[in-house]
């Protein structure tokens, strides 16, 4: 059964990857936001974000042990889902296309220019780039629906758009991680004779 999850994932992902850039019908935006909601890499990172504030009990009024993770874990996800529907809808009605393509340059400091630049500018269906209107709305549109789940002292619009910077800080972390893991797997490939 999980073996026939990834599979899926996989497909998902790749028959996306396969398009140009502005090209998405609306059911490809449903893939994409589906795959960054509960794909792989979201799993990953939402585990890695469930621990870290587990490890720090924050907040402290969710407790500790599994109850403590699963409620930390369980707002990860809701956060992100809320996040994902938010520029789902704003991308699919201003066109953009959230999707991330790499860079053609070659050198170290144009690609990483290039991964955070992308993070505030997305191609839409005419070819051309323009602000992320779409991903800015969703990160702080998801800042202020997690207010409801945030225990009171932490559900207030200042959190609310400290969270939302927080989500594109991590889509700009996760644009770096895009444009260098085809390198870095291609080098931590074992060769075999």
């Known amino acids: 059964m999980r073996s026939g999850v990834i599979v899926a994932l996989v497909a998902l992902a790749g028959s996306l990857a396969a ?6 019908t609306l059911e490809d935006r449903f893939r994409y936001h589906t795959l960054a909601t509960v794909g792989p890499l979201a799993a990953f990172t939402g585990s890695a974000a469930t621990g870290i504030r587990q490890w720090m009990d924050a907040p402290p009024e969710w407790g500790q042990g599994m109850e403590g993770f699963g409620r930390r874990f369980g ?62 709305v969703g990160a702080y549109g998801g800042g202020f629906v997690a207010n ?14 400290l969270r939302g910077s927080v989500t594109l800080a991590g889509d700009a972390g996760g644009n770096v991680f895009r444009e260098f893991w ?5 080098i931590l490939r074992p060769k075999h004779p």
């Open 19 to 24: 398009q140009t850039p502005g090209q998405l």
């Open 182 to 186: 085809p390198d870095l797997r291609r």
């Open 75 to 136: 707002y990860c996800t809701a956060n992100r889902a809320a996040t994902n529907a938010i520029e789902l809808a704003a991308g699919a009605l201003l066109r953009e296309d959230p999707r991330y393509f790499r860079s053609r340059d070659r050198g170290i400091g144009a690609r990483i220019r290039h991964a955070l630049v992308r993070t505030f500018r997305v191609p839409n269906e005419n070819g051309a780039t323009s602000f992320a209107y779409a991903r800015v």
């Open 148 to 161: 409801l789940w945030q225990p009171e002292r932490l559900s207030n619009p200042g959190r609310a758009v």
